[in-house]
């Protein structure tokens, strides 16, 4: 297995446990058959780990609109508790997003959850945030993202954890990475970010991703129906749950609470019924 991952803990034991919100959850790479009805790029490291070297275990505890301080109150102690060799992490991106936010108390708070993970002794992989062009709208919160990666790189230099440069991948660029709603990958964005995960982590895996052809340039008429859409589909729900003080994720729970064996052969839905 790769040297960027820790010593199998007493047993010859293996597990990966991943936190945080949609990022991770998998929302934009859809699954019927999946808890919450999603997979994503977390579920596909998981089981390129079982392919590469079978007995691994997962969890995974994201969910869907979680804050910081959510992940930190739910999912830190349950995830020290099962003694992980590898654990992944992106939050703060919700954050990011609400306009009360102190970056510099996020950021903060995001170190604290970063010495308690490392100091596990697990190998921890944490991310940088794409600059989502979505709306000028939302463009006075760059300066926020840019402040984001900058901690996230220092600190990932700092506790010896695996960086993985998000910001900079040039292929999300492309608008077929990412789902209708325009905030969250698509399948094939989840493929490719998981095959980058891999990668820095130096596991061999099976993931091939698309070749495409450059996207086709759109008439304004149809970039007019497409805006329209999505403002009616995604915007104007999203300012209606904050106005209620709702979220996504408020009735689920998370899609793998507890460590499953990966099967080497089949994946993770070969564990349903």
């Known amino acids: 297995m790769a040297e960027k991952l820790q010593t199998p803990r007493p047993g010859g ?14 929302v934009g790479d859809r699954s019927k058959r999946l808890p919450n009805g999603v997979r994503g790029w977390a579920d596909r490291v998981a089981e390129q780990l079982a392919k590469a070297e079978p007995g691994w275990e997962y969890a995974n505890l994201a969910i869907r609109s979680k804050r910081l301080r959510h992940i930190i109150a739910e999912q830190l102690e349950p995830a ?43 190998t921890v992989v944490l ?34 954890a695996v960086l993985v440069d998000y910001w900079c991948f040039d292929a999300f660029h492309d608008p077929r990475m990412w789902d209708t709603d325009r905030l969250h990958m698509s399948k094939a964005g989840h493929k490719y970010l998981a095959a980058q995960v891999l990668d820095q982590l130096g596991v061999r895996h099976t993931i091939s991703l698309k070749e495409w052809e450059p ?25 209606g749950r904050k106005l209620r003080g709702v979220t996504l994720g408020d009735r689920l729970s998370p899609r793998w609470p507890e460590p499953v064996r990966v099967p080497a052969k089949g994946g993770l839905k070969k564990l349903l019924p």
């Open 13 to 26: 034991r293996r597990l990966y446990v991943a936190l945080g919100d949609s990022f991770t959850e998998g």
């Open 80 to 122: 020290l508790a099962m003694n992980p060799t590898l654990v992944t992490l992106y939050a703060g991106g919700n954050d990011i997003l609400d306009f009360g936010t102190d970056i510099e108390d996020l950021m903060d708070d995001y170190e604290h959850l970063v010495a308690a993970l490392t100091a596990s002794g697990a």
């Open 127 to 160: 991310f940088t945030g794409f600059d989502v062009k979505v709306s000028v709208l939302l463009e006075p919160l760059k300066r926020r993202n840019t402040l984001y990666n900058r901690r996230v790189r220092e600190l990932a230099a700092w506790y010896g």
């Open 215 to 239: 996207p086709a340039r759109l008439g304004l008429r149809d970039w007019e129906r497409r805006q329209r859409r999505w403002v009616h589909d995604w915007v104007l729900p999203l300012f």
